[in-house]
């Protein structure tokens, strides 16, 4: 028939919180209890109104959660080579996953302009609209993530619990939260930082002073 089987609502990250609010209600209405919902939300993103939508959902066992994993080097391998580039599937795939982390987006925003006839050689291009994306999603760190990363990003390789503790005065458990913040909103992976943008991203949310 033509009855409601689904909705699909993306890009949930840029709702206010009365969209969400709304959604939150329409979700729970016994008269779509039938519908399937799917949302799509960054992470680390988002209104406050979206994590009380997930909590409301779990609570009631209607969630079921699909993280969307980074792209590895021989996926992005193929793609270059799908595309049909001017470029070396294999080198571009490895440089792409040290810049871009993996992230679809931000690897083609990459080769959009390694593609551009005044496109330098070296180092891979800084896509403006992925580094504004980046810091937004810094800022929306809490106080003590923002100031761990950027302690990471000024100390590089030097960067450790013990260095942590020294500059920001407090103990490594004490830092466990903000670190854990750090992984959910895909900053640090693996102890590192994800990839060259968002650690780049961290460095220019330094104050000058």
Known sequence: GS???ALVLDDLHFADDASVEMITALAGADALRDVAWIFTLRPGEGPAAAAALRDTLEESQRL????LRPLDAHQLAALVAGL???LDPVDTGQRLLR?????????LETLKLMLRPDAASGSLPQPAGVGALIDRRLRQLSDGALALARV???AGPDFNP????QVLGRKAIELADAWAELEA???IRDNAFAHDLVLDAAL??????
């Open 3 to 5: 009855a409601l089987r």
């Open 64 to 67: 079921e959660t699909v993280v």
């Open 84 to 86: 049909g580039l001017p």
């Open 99 to 107: 810049h871009s982390g993996g992230n679809p987006l931000f690897a």
């Open 152 to 154: 990471a990003a000024l």
């Open 162 to 165: 013990a260095l942590a503790e």
């Open 185 to 187: 909103a895909q900053v």
């Open 204 to 209: 220019r949310s330094v104050p000058a002073a």
